[in-house]
């Protein structure tokens, strides 16, 4: 890490902290943690509870099925977090986001903004979610992973702590790998091949074998658009609007 930069702090309001091991602990991630690129602290709601069981969720009113994580634990999570992160960096003001299937569906163009702030408060929601009452009073910013539900919001926190890390200066062996995987362009990856060069009869395409670095990157680049016009029309319409602005 250069002397200029900043560990990315990340705290993470959880009721399963040892969750996010997969993340600290392991591959790309759990360098980056070692490296000191990137800090991860957790604050569980529980704590903030007065009762023997720490109850930390409630019936819904009006009914209904399913639990609601209740606002006092969660206000005083955030609370909490604001305090520790103003003592340690004063300048900093906490961004905090509540994963959560209603937010905006997060995009790599996202995430490059979140990998320059120097602090992420995410909230895993668990249940049907959280007290609305928190949300619109703490959260910045509502973030989805896709439009599918999953049980708890700890999984698409990792997701997004993952997909920022690598993003952060030094976490990758080369920094090149960021700028070519799919979406930092707008566009889909390339197909990637390696040894041998012939496997159960299906050969590497000749051009990737020939050492002629301009025609791999034209065949490259050719790939690429026609894989995201196969296969994401939507992206390939905006990357064609975007090329004719800038040529116009
Ligand atoms: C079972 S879900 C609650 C879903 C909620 N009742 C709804 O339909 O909007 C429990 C928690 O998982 C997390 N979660 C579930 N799906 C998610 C998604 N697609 N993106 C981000 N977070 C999600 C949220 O934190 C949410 O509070």
Redesign the pocket.
């Known amino acids: 890490m250069s002397e200029a930069q900043q560990p990315l702090r990340f705290d993470v309001v959880t009721l399963f902290p040892e969750s996010f091991s997969a993340i600290t602990d392991q591959g790309v991630t759990g360098r980056a943690f070692k490296r000191g690129l990137t800090q991860f602290h957790a604050c569980n709601p529980r704590q903030f509870t007065q009762d023997r069981h720490q109850t930390v969720d409630d019936r819904p009113y009006g009914g209904g099925p ?1 639990m609601v ?1 209740m606002y006092e634990p969660m206000k005083q999570s955030i609370e909490f977090i604001t305090d520790r992160v103003q003592k340690a960096s004063p300048e900093v003001k906490p961004h905090v986001i ?6 905006q569906p ?1 995009t790599q163009k996202r995430v490059e903004e979140l990998a320059k702030l120097p602090q992420l408060t995410l ?8 007290d609305e009452r928190f949300i619109e009073r703490y959260v910045d910013e509502e ?15 990792m997701m997004l702590m993952d997909a920022v890390i690598r993003l952060l200066p030094g976490a990758l062996g080369h920094q090149q790998s960021a700028e070519q995987d799919s979406f930092s362009d707008g566009l889909l990856d390339c197909p990637h091949y390696t040894r041998p060069e012939v496997v159960d009869g299906l050969p590497v395409p000749k051009v990737l074998l020939e050492g002629n670095h301009a025609k791999i990157d034209a065949w490259r680049t050719e790939q690429k658009v026609l894989r995201t016009q196969q296969r994401r029309s939507d992206l390939y319409q905006q990357w064609l609007e975007r090329s004719k602005k800038s040529k116009d």
């Open positions: 399913g994580m509540y994963l959560s299937p209603q937010g997060l909230v895993c929601g668990r249940y049907e979610g959280v973030i989805a992973i896709g439009d599918f539900v999953v049980s708890g919001g700890e999984l698409p926190a």
